[in-house]
């Protein structure tokens, strides 16, 4: 089983009232962050998309389908990715 480093955010990570306001908006935030994690789950030894699926939560299909999204590739050593169906 793959391990996904996370992070904790909660009270003690919330900006301060003072903290200048983020420059980035939320939905590109969010999209940077779950490439982040799937490069991430894709990159672990000995992974394959079905194992970093398994990891993030995810099916397969819903992994191929975010990777297609976020312009993500399976690793080239790796097993080759099965086609898409939605293709």
Known sequence: LLS??????G?????AADAEP???PLKQALRRHEKHLI???LKQPGSSVRQAAEALGMTPHALY???KQLGLKA?????EPAPNPMD
């Open 75 to 79: 690793r080239e050593d790796g097993p």
């Open 22 to 24: 983020a420059t980035e």
């Open 39 to 41: 490069a991430q789950a």
């Open 4 to 9: 996904v480093p996370t992070t904790d955010v």
């Open 65 to 67: 389908y975010r990777m």
């Open 11 to 15: 009270v003690d990570s919330a900006p």
